[in-house]
């Protein structure tokens, strides 16, 4: 089990980087999830702003906070 606000590697990250955090935990239908951001937050290409999941939604995009289970999710070593 994970903790909110843990520190977690996310083992279908894609592309981007695998550490997230959790942001909430869920009981849904008798089993749990962890909410955590699959996208992760960007630099724009001129290196001056950086683009987050608020600006998404804002934008008309889906939220990028996603429900997955433990089996998605690996502890980090510290």
């Known amino acids: 089990m994970f903790g909110l606000g843990e520190l977690v590697e996310f083992r279908f990250h894609g ?3 695998p550490t997230r955090i959790v942001q909430g935990i869920q009981l849904i239908c008798d089993s749990w999830f962890y909410c955590i951001e699959w996208m992760s937050p960007e630099i724009s290409e001129n290196g001056d702003e950086v683009f987050t999941f608020r600006d998404a939604i804002a ?3 889906a ?3 996603a429900p997955v289970t433990d089996y998605d999710l690996e502890r980090v070593q510290v």
């Open 15 to 17: 592309d981007g980087p």
């Open 59 to 61: 934008l008309g995009g």
């Open 63 to 65: 939220s990028p906070i």
